[in-house]
C-alpha cells in the first residue's frame, strides 16, 4: 500500500512562501489558517549567521495521535497514508489540536476570507468546504492526489524544494532522496514517524 | 467596456493563458475563470520563464481582481484643497463627463505648452503606447515612476559593456556567485522563476554563493558566505577587491583584456585616449613591432595592456596600466576599515573568485571552442542607490571584466544584447553600442551633449545617464532655478505611488499640489491617487489586451541558451463597473484630444511593425489589432492571436550560439577605462556654469571611485544608518493590500518589523516589541522593534515601502513602515551626479517611544 509523505530540501528552500499562497488559494481557508507555513529560524551570531527556511506542514504520521484521540473519527489515517479530517463529523472538541505534537491544526472560529469591510473575497470551489468550529489542516491534496496530479504547493515551488511521492515505493524519487541524503524526521522521539522528511 | 470583448476566450470552465503583472517579470500564467469570475492562478508549463511555477506574488492576484475597494466609476473630486488626510470629497460621475473635464484640462495645457504635461505610469508592456501618447501630445516629460527605487546608476553599466539593459549570472554554469546589493535567484529581481530554479539546482550541486548586503536576506541566507557591508560602502569593497585581483594576485585575463576591451588603448596624460592624427581612432602599442596602431588594425599582433610607452613624444600607457596604477595608490587597510569587512576576508574571496575564474579555460558549444569562465558578480539597487552609484557598479563590474567573465559560457552575462531582430552596435572607437532597440534615445554611451534642462526630470545635465526620473519632483518644484523654460501643470498618472516610493511624503505632497491638473487611472485610490482631481476606474492586467510581446525581450526572455519566446497578454475576465484598461483609457483621450492619427503614425516607427503590418493612421485599431500586426512581424502572416489557448508563449526559434553567449562573436570591445566620461565632464561643467551650480564632477572619472554617501558623515546623534530590504512575497507598495500576502507578512517575524542589531539594542536599552521610532533629519517611521543578528550592526533595516495610510486601502493601512520617510526631497549631496541615482541610505537615530 502507498504510503505518501513529501520530502523538504531545505537546501533548495529559498523562503519565498509561493508553497504557503498556492496552499492558501487551492484549500480558500479562511483568514488566518495557514495549512502550511514556512518558518524562519535564525541561527548564528554575526557576521557568521543566516535564517534556515523550513517549510513545515502536517506530518501525515503514520502513528497518528490526532487519529487515536479523536472521539468521531473524524480524523483518520486513510489506506493511501493520508491523515485525513473529515469535517461532517468533526465536533470541534480540539482533542487532536491539543495532541499533535507539531501545533499544525487549528479550530476554525469563521471560515470565510472577510476584507475589513465583512465582504468575502470570492467563493473558490473547493474539493471539502471548511466549516465552523472544526479543526482543520493540511490534506496533502488529497484530491489532487487521487487524480494523479501533485499537491499544490510541490506543483508550485520554484525551487523544487518540495517533493511528494509515496515512500513505500523503494524507486519514487522521495524514497531514493530520503536515502541518499540522509533524511530526518521531526520530533522523532514522539514515536509519530512522520511521513515528511527533511534533507539538506 | 473592454474593446474587443468578443475575442476574449469563451467557456464557462476555462483556464486562460495571460501573463502576470504582478511584478515587472512577465511570468506566463494560465488563470481559471468559472461562470465569467476569476477563481485562481497557476504557472504555465510551456513559457519558459516560469516553467509551471509561480510565485506568491502571482498567485494572489486572483484576489486582487475582487478587491471590494477597488475604483468601479469615475469620481471628481470637489474639495478644491489637497493634501495628506485631507478628504477629497470623490463625487461619483459619468464617464463622459470625467472625459469632459479631463479633455478640456489636457487641451489647455497642450495650448499653453504642452511639455507641461507629465505621463505618470510603470507599466513595462505599454511604455511603447505611453511613450507615443507623449509624442504625439507634445510633450517631453513621460515615465516619471519608481526608477528612484531601481536602477539608474546601474542599467548604465550593463548597458555600455553588456550592450544591454538588465544582468544576469549562467547560473547552471557558474560555479561562484557574487550578489551583491541584490537577490537575483531568490524569487525578486528579474527572471525570478527561471533563476530561482537554475540557482538552487547550483546550490545543491555545490555551486558557491557570496552575498553582499548589509542585511542578511533571503539570498544573504541562502549564502555560503555572508559579506555584511556598511551600507553605501560598496565601492570600498570592491576597489579592495580590485587591487587584491590586479596587484596582489595578478589573476586577470590577458587574451580577453588585450582582444576584448579597451584595455590597450593607449592613454595620454590628462586621461584621454591617444589617437591617430588622420583617422582620429583610438591607438594602441604593437608589442611585435613596438609601434603604436589604430585599435583595428590588420596586422595588430601583440597589444600590449602593461608598460609605458612614448609615441610621437608623448608619454602614454595601456588604459589596463592606468587602471592598475589607479588601483595600486588604493589604501586597502582604509578601505577595508570604512566598509567594515576584514582585509583578509576580501582577499580570501577575491583570491577564490580569481582561481574559480579558471582563466584559460574553454568550452564547447555547438562546435564553438569559448571560454568557460564560471564565476559571475550581479549587482542592484541594494548597493547602486548611493551617491557614488555609477561609480561603485562600474567597480563592482570590473571584477566580471578582468576575469573576462562578460557574456561567455558561466559569467555574467546581459540579457540578450542581440536578438532575432536587434542586435549590438560598435561606435567609432570600437566600443560597444546597445541597439536602438534596447535603447534608442537614451544611451549612456556614446552618450548625448549636456545643455539647459528642457526636461522636468533635468536629464540634460545627466547626459551618460539612462534615466534620471527619480529628479522629477525638482523640476516640478523649481523649473525656472534650472532654466526649464515652462511649468509643469498636468499628470497622467497610474500604477505608481509616488507618495509611498520616493521620499518625505510631506514634500512630495507639496511637489503634487503645484499640478493644476491631475488625472488618476487607477484599481484603488491610493495616497498618489488622493490628490487627484479626476479618477478614472483602471482595469486588472487580467482583464486587458496588450502591445506584443508583453515580455520585452531584451528584459523578460532568460538570457543565455534557450529559446526565444514571447508572451501575448489577453483578458481572462472583463472589468467590473465602468473599468477599463490605462491602455486603452490613452486611445480615448487621444482620440478625443484629436492626436490618434499622430500616435498611430508614430506607433509605425516604435512598434516593431514590419513593412506589410504597418497602420492606417485614417482608421481606428483596438491594441489587440495593433499587438495581432507585432506579433505578425515576427512570426509571419500566419499567425492568429486567436489561436493562443492553451499557452500565452509563442516559441520563434531556439537561440543560436552566437546570441546565447554574443562576446567572442561581436567585433566590438568593452570598456574597462571610461575615457568617453572626460569630454561629457567638460560640457556638462560648461552648463553647470551656465546656470551658477557648482556640482562635484569627480564621478566623472575614468577610473572607479568610492564617493562617501551623505549619511557617513553623521552627526548630532544620528548614529545608525537607515536602509531597505526587499522580501520575495513582496512587490513596491503594492502586494500589502493583498490579503493573503498580508498574512503571510504578519506571520513573519521580519517584514513588518524594524530591525536592529543586538548589541546597537544594547546600546539604547532596546528590545524585540518595543515601539520605536527611526527618526532622520528628514522624516521618520514609527513601527515593532525586531532585535537580531541579521543586521549590520552600524545599521537600522526594514521591508519594503509599506505603512500605508490611505483611506482606499484597507487592508495595508498602518502595516509596517515606510523607509522612504527618512529621506528628504533629492538635494545635490544626495544624487549621483553622473548617473542621477538617487541616494536611498541616510542617517538616523532610534527611539523607543512605547511598549
Known amino acids: 500500500m502507498a504510503r505518501y509523505g513529501m520530502v523538504v530540501d531545505l537546501k533548495r528552500c529559498v523562503g519565498c512562501n509561493a508553497c504557503v499562497v498556492a496552499c492558501k488559494s487551492e484549500h480558500n481557508t479562511p483568514n488566518g489558517i495557514l495549512f502550511t507555513t514556512v518558518l524562519e529560524k535564525e541561527m548564528g551570531t554575526f557576521p557568521h549567521c543566516n535564517r534556515v527556511f523550513v517549510p513545515v506542514l502536517c506530518n501525515h504520521c503514520d502513528v497518528p495521535v490526532c487519529a487515536q484521540v479523536c472521539p468521531t473519527k473524524a480524523t483518520h489515517k486513510r489506506a493511501d497514508g493520508i491523515v485525513f479530517i473529515e469535517y461532517a463529523k468533526c465536533i470541534g472538541c480540539c482533542a487532536c489540536i491539543e495532541h499533535c505534537p507539531y501545533h499544525v491544526r487549528t479550530l476554525v472560529q469563521d471560515n470565510r476570507m472577510l476584507y475589513p469591510d465583512g465582504t468575502t473575497a470570492f467563493e473558490k470551489p473547493v474539493a471539502q468546504q471548511i466549516l465552523n468550529k472544526v479543526a482543520t489542516k493540511c490534506d496533502l491534496c488529497y484530491h489532487r492526489v487521487e487524480t494523479g496530479r501533485l499537491p499544490a504547493c510541490v506543483e508550485v515551488c520554484p525551487t523544487k524544494a518540495r517533493v511528494f511521492g509515496d515512500l513505500a515505493d523503494a524507486s519514487s524519487e522521495a524514497n531514493r532522496l530520503v536515502k541518499e541524503h540522509g533524511g530526518w524526521q521531526m520530533l522523532p522521539e514522539k514515536q509519530t514517524q512522520p511521513c515528511v522528511f527533511y534533507i539538506g | 467596456m473592454l474593446a474587443d470583448r468578443d475575442k476574449v476566450l469563451q467557456g464557462r470552465d476555462v483556464w486562460v493563458p495571460t501573463v502576470c503583472a504582478g511584478c515587472y517579470n512577465c511570468c506566463g500564467v494560465l488563470a481559471h475563470r468559472v461562470d465569467g469570475r476569476i477563481v485562481e492562478v497557476k504557472g504555465d508549463p510551456d513559457a519558459a520563464n516560469s516553467r509551471g511555477y509561480i510565485c506568491a506574488k502571482g498567485l494572489v492576484r486572483a484576489l486582487d481582481v475582487h478587491h471590494p475597494n477597488r475604483v468601479k466609476k469615475p469620481l471628481k473630486r470637489t474639495n478644491p484643497e489637497k493634501g495628506i488626510g485631507v478628504d477629497p470629497g470623490w463625487k461619483e460621475i459619468t464617464w463622459e463627463e470625467a472625459m469632459a473635464i479631463s479633455v478640456e484640462a489636457l487641451q489647455k495645457v497642450r495650448a499653453k505648452d504642452p511639455r507641461g504635461l507629465i505621463l505618470s505610469h510603470f507599466d513595462i508592456a505599454g511604455y511603447r503606447l505611453s511613450g507615443a501618447f507623449g509624442r504625439a501630445f507634445g510633450t517631453v516629460n513621460m515615465h516619471w515612476n519608481r526608477a528612484d527605487y531601481c536602477g539608474s546608476a546601474s542599467h548604465p553599466a550593463w548597458l555600455i559593456t553588456n550592450g544591454t539593459l538588465n544582468s544576469e549570472v549562467d547560473f547552471p554554469n557558474c560555479k561562484y556567485v557574487i550578489l551583491w546589493g541584490t537577490q537575483l535567484g531568490h524569487m525578486v529581481n528579474t527572471i525570478s522563476l527561471s533563476a530561482s530554479s537554475e540557482l538552487a539546482e547550483g546550490r545543491r550541486h555545490g555551486h558557491k554563493l557570496v552575498v553582499v548586503d548589509p542585511f542578511c536576506s533571503n539570498a544573504a541566507s541562502k549564502a555560503d558566505e555572508w559579506l555584511p557591508v556598511k551600507p553605501g560602502t560598496d565601492g570600498a569593497l570592491a576597489l579592495v577587491m580590485l587591487h587584491v585581483m590586479v596587484n596582489e594576485l595578478g589573476i586577470y585575463d590577458v587574451p580577453f583584456l588585450k582582444g576584448q576591451t579597451n584595455g590597450p588603448y593607449l592613454v595620454k596624460a590628462g586621461g584621454h585616449y591617444l589617437r591617430d592624427e588622420a583617422t582620429k581612432k583610438p591607438l ?472 536592529m542589531h543586538t548589541s546597537a539594542a544594547a546600546t539604547r536599552g532596546l528590545k524585540t516589541g518595543d515601539l520605536v521610532c527611526v527618526e532622520s533629519k528628514y522624516g521618520k517611521y514609527t513601527g515593532r522593534l525586531r532585535v537580531t543578528e541579521l543586521v549590520h550592526p552600524e545599521s537600522v533595516n526594514c521591508s519594503g515601502s509599506f505603512g500605508h495610510w490611505a483611506q482606499g486601502l484597507p487592508v495595508s493601512r498602518k502595516k509596517g513602515v515606510m523607509h522612504n520617510a527618512l529621506l528628504p526631497k533629492p538635494t545635490l549631496d544626495r544624487i549621483d551626479t553622473l548617473s542621477g541615482q538617487i541616494d536611498q541610505c541616510v542617517a538616523v537615530k532610534v527611539y523607543k517611544v512605547g511598549d
Request: overall charge negative.
Open chain 2, 284 to 755: 594602441i602599442w604593437d608589442a611585435k613591432d613596438g609601434r603604436a596602431k589604430p585599435f583595428d588594425a590588420p596586422d595588430l599582433a601583440d597589444p600590449a595592456i602593461e608598460g609605458a610607452f612614448t609615441v610621437a613624444g608623448a608619454a602614454v600607457k595601456p588604459a589596463f596600466q592606468v587602471v592598475k596604477d589607479h588601483l595600486l595608490a588604493i589604501d586597502v587597510e582604509e578601505m577595508s576599515r570604512i566598509c567594515t569587512v576584514p582585509l583578509e576576508q576580501i582577499r580570501r574571496v577575491t583570491r577564490e573568485f580569481c582561481e574559480t575564474a579558471s582563466i584559460g579555460s574553454t568550452i564547447d558549444v555547438d562546435g564553438h571552442t569559448l571560454p568557460f569562465r564560471p564565476v559571475g558578480i550581479d549587482y542592484k539597487r541594494g548597493m547602486a542607490a548611493h551617491k557614488g552609484g555609477m561609480n561603485s557598479c562600474f567597480a563592482i563590474h570590473m571584477l566580471n571584466l578582468l576575469v573576462g567573465a562578460v557574456d561567455v559560457p558561466g559569467g555574467q552575462r546581459g540579457v540578450n544584447p542581440i536578438g532575432p531582430y536587434w542586435t549590438a552596435g560598435m561606435s567609432s572607437d570600437g566600443l560597444i553600442i546597445p541597439s536602438d532597440f534596447i535603447a534608442k534615445y537614451n544611451k549612456p554611451y556614446p552618450g548625448r551633449k549636456a545643455s539647459i534642462p528642457q526636461t522636468l526630470d533635468l536629464q540634460e545635465l545627466f547626459p551618460v545617464a539612462l534615466f534620471t526620473r527619480g529628479l522629477y519632483p525638482l523640476g516640478i518644484d523649481e523649473p525656472e532655478k534650472y532654466g526649464i523654460p515652462y511649468k509643469a501643470e498636468a499628470m497622467i498618472h497610474g500604477r505608481t505611488n509616488h507618495m509611498m516610493n520616493s521620499h518625505d511624503p510631506a514634500a512630495m505632497a507639496e511637489t503634487l499640489k503645484k499640478l493644476t491638473f491631475q488625472l488618476s487611472i487607477v484599481q484603488f485610490i491610493d495616497e498618489t491617487a488622493e490628490f487627484a482631481d479626476i479618477i478614472l476606474p483602471d482595469a486588472h492586467d487580467f482583464e486587458r489586451w496588450d502591445m506584443f510581446p508583453a515580455n520585452d525581450p531584451y528584459a523578460f526572455i532568460a538570457p543565455g541558451p534557450g529559446e526565444w519566446y514571447f508572451l501575448f497578454r489577453q483578458p481572462v475576465a472583463e472589468p467590473p463597473g465602468d473599468a477599463k484598461p490605462w491602455t486603452e483609457i490613452y486611445m480615448e483621450l487621444a482620440e478625443r484630444l484629436g492626436i490618434l492619427q499622430d500616435i498611430y503614425a508614430l506607433g509605425n516607427d516604435m512598434w516593431n511593425l514590419g513593412a506589410e503590418y504597418k497602420i492606417d493612421p485614417a482608421k481606428k485599431h483596438t491594441l489587440r489589432d495593433i499587438a495581432e500586426r507585432q506579433a505578425r512581424t515576427i512570426f509571419g502572416s500566419g499567425f492568429k492571436l486567436e489561436n493562443i489557448k492553451t499557452t500565452s508563449a509563442s516559441v520563434l526559434r531556439k537561440k543560436t550560439i552566437q546570441e546565447a553567449y554574443p562576446r567572442m562573436f561581436l567585433p566590438s570591445r568593452v570598456p574597462i577605462y571610461l575615457e568617453y566620461l572626460l569630454d561629457h565632464r567638460t560640457d556638462v561643467q560648461a552648463v553647470l556654469d551656465k546656470l551658477g551650480f557648482d556640482w562635484d564632477l569627480s564621478t566623472y572619472s575614468p577610473v572607479p571611485h568610492w564617493i562617501p554617501c551623505e549619511a557617513h558623515a553623521h552627526g548630532g546623534g544620528f548614529d545608525l544608518i537607515a536602509t531597505n530590504n526587499k522580501v520575495p512575497t513582496h512587490q513596491f507598495s503594492t502586494t500589502t493590500e493583498n490579503m493573503w500576502i498580508d498574512e503571510v507578512a504578519r506571520a513573519n517575524p521580519y517584514t513588518y518589523h524594524v530591525m
